[in-house]
């Protein structure tokens, strides 16, 4: 049996998946771009080659483009970064967990009319994270975070030296909203 939310046929154990959504939270005004499948979004993610990382800085943003890996937990992702062990990123999460993260696998211009400028446009696909980014501290964890980040990139995985594991700082960003969106 098929579950309708928001006008789209989804099964049951994807509805659990989609009231996550920050979509159904707040609607988008084009309720018509949501994308809600999960397998649409994992294609998504898995197409993107970077990310850009928000981070609140006090009162002040700062946003830093990422390469980055994922897992699924439940029913949500769960993103890994890495970099070195210093550095602003590390001090305003020290302070501040709260994080964004947003990714765009694909756009492209859609060239306006002669005469009519504003009928440009784009097409893309999109998805934006919120939720709470930490400093990883335990060696398998931190491990297991550059293998996901490894296999984004289809690159092999291997024993990680002691010594770039104590050069490299792992971040874990485990999401609480997501909203995916395709024009």
């Known amino acids: ?52 990382l928000a981070l609140n ?12 890996g994922y897992e ?6 769960v993103f890994y970064f890495h970099g070195f062990t210093q550095g602003r990123k590390i001090d305003i999460l020290l302070k501040n967990d709260s994080a964004c993260f947003t990714l765009v696998p694909s756009t492209s211009i859609i060239n306006a009319k002669p005469n009519n400028p504003c009928s440009a ?22 491990i297991k975070g550059l293998e996901r980040i490894m296999d984004h990139y289809e690159q092999p995985t291997g024993p990680f030296s002691k010594g770039n594991l104590n050069r490299t700082s792992v971040l874990k960003l485990m999401v609480e909203k997501l909203s995916a969106k395709k024009n």
């Not at 789209?8 to 005004?29: G, H, K, Q, T, W």
């Not at 800085?57 to 980055?68: E, F, K, M, R, T």
């Not at 699924?72 to 992702?77: Q, V, Y």
């Not at 446009?121 to 931190?142: L, P, T, Y």
Request: proline residues 5%; charged residues 30%.
């Open 1 to 52: 049996m098929l579950t309708s939310i928001s006008g789209n046929n989804l099964i049951p154990s994807v509805r659990l998946f989609a009231d996550s959504f920050r979509c159904n939270e707040r609607p988008m005004r084009r309720q018509d771009r949501c994308i809600k499948d999960k397998s649409v979004i994992k294609e998504f993610l898995d197409r993107a080659q970077y990310g850009v």
């Open 57 to 68: 800085d006090n009162g002040q943003p700062y946003a830093i483009p990422l390469h980055y």
């Open 72 to 77: 699924w937990d439940k029913e949500l992702p």
């Open 121 to 142: 446009g784009a097409r893309f696909e999109s998805v934006i994270v919120e939720g709470k980014a930490s400093v990883v501290q335990e060696e398998n964890e931190k």
